[in-house]
């Protein structure tokens, strides 16, 4: 299957490192127009050059902070300008914050909501007009297998991730009669930073950690976040023409919820 994006307008947030990367690099590649967004300028200067080394088209970074309305429509703003349009939505902006819920605060929950859930809802709110009126759009929610199977002291985020699970379910519905498709993609053990972090933790190898962690899902390793890109591009193209309102694990098979 060729898989093209010639012609359409990506917007990815979290995209200077790891799996928003990962996709803007395979969204560029299929020729589209990639803008990323992220809190840091220079990770967002690397990032552009890696996207522009395997693309064609052109490469927009805005600075923002998308945990804060003011955050996100001033990104939004810096990327319409740049580009005029808005065609592929990708809410990847997250980080997992997690314990014991009688040591979580309100300060943590608001914060984790603010990051989580509200960037995407803001976000998904500036680009639907447009999307509807042109009569074609995607939006993907990065979300996380807790948010179907939510385990102890996994709050705040596997709240957040399945409010968030909740928002693509209620935005397929109202996309659907304009051709705006919302899907969620179920992030399980991938290679990111959390886990070199965790390595740098416990003082031991990253391939140690990454073994590990492997073990526990039945294809017995970790994901790559090509891996995860891949699955975004689908749902970012045509391919995906007929699919809506779902939630796909990309996880190896670990998650006990289908």
């Known amino acids: 299957m060729d898989i093209s994006l010639s012609g359409r ?3 990815i947030t979290g995209g200077s490192k790891g799996l928003g990367l990962a996709t803007a690099k395979a969204f560029a590649a299929a020729g589209a127009d990639v803008a990323i967004v992220a809190r840091d300028a220079a990770g967002l200067k690397a990032a552009a050059e890696d996207i522009s080394a395997v693309g064609q088209g052109r490469v927009v970074t805005a600075a923002c902070d998308v945990a804060t309305d003011a955050g996100v429509t001033s990104g939004y703003n810096e990327v319409m300008t740049a580009l005029g349009r808005i065609d592929i939505l990708v809410n990847n902006a997250g980080v997992s914050m997690s314990g014991p819920f009688e040591t979580v605060t309100d300060a943590m929950w608001q914060q984790d909501l603010d990051l989580k859930l509200f960037a995407a809802i803001r976000f998904a709110r500036l680009v639907w007009p447009q999307m509807q009126e042109r009569r074609w759009g995607r939006v993907i929610n990065v979300l996380a297998t807790a948010a179907k199977t939510p385990s102890a002291r996994s709050a705040p985020t596997s709240v957040s991730r399945a409010a968030g699970m909740a928002l693509t379910k209620v935005l397929a519905g109202e996309g659907a009669p304009h051709n705006v498709l919302v899907n969620a993609l179920l992030v399980g053990l991938i290679e990111s930073d959390q886990w070199v972090r965790m390595a740098e933790r416990s003082a031991k190898p990253i391939d140690e950690v990454l073994q590990d962690l492997g073990k526990r899902a ?14 975004a591009l689908f749902l970012a193209s045509e391919a995906s023409s007929y699919i809506t309102g779902t939630a796909i694990n990309v996880d190896g098979g670990l998650s006990p919820a289908v």
């Open 9 to 11: 307008v990506a917007l």
């Open 218 to 231: 039945p294809l017995g390793r970790v994901g790559r976040a090509e891996e995860f890109a891949s699955a």
